[in-house]
């Protein structure tokens, strides 16, 4: 299994931006598909971007155009570039890693390991 630690969280006015960063020890990072998730307060945890092996990357609705996900194989890290925060972006932002695929993995079930969450707070 693959341990993973977000890291970037924190607090931001509304039209602002954050990056948020997760690092993945353990396994092969580069085969993983990687995957931002979110809880917003008294609301279920949900996929928000996912990113494949091949770099292949899928977006929800609401944060496409938005945010930018992104990998560093090298350096067994994922990122979540965040442009243009909302006030319903403030979550706990979950990093999760599921196994290699060529397809879309968009559930939650799909992933395998899942970090400790990070706090993001929009508010003016």
């Known amino acids: 299994q693959v341990q993973l630690v977000e890291s970037g969280g924190g607090l931001a006015q509304p039209g602002g931006s954050l990056k948020l960063s997760c690092a993945a020890s353990g396994g092969s990072f580069g085969d993983y598909t990687m995957a931002w998730a979110r809880r917003a307060p008294g609301k279920e945890r949900l996929i928000i971007a996912t990113i494949n092996w091949f770099d292949g990357m899928t977006y929800t609705k609401p944060v496409a155009n938005r945010f930018t996900i992104s990998r560093d194989n090298a350096n067994s890290k994922v990122f979540l570039q965040m442009n243009n925060l909302k006030l319903e972006d403030t979550a706990v932002y979950y990093c999760?890693?599921?196994?290699?695929?060529?397809?879309?993995?968009?559930?939650?079930?799909?992933?395998?390991?899942w970090g400790q969450g990070t706090q993001v707070t929009v508010s003016s």
């Open positions: 999760a890693a599921g196994p290699k695929t060529n397809g879309v993995l968009s559930e939650e079930s799909d992933f395998h390991s």
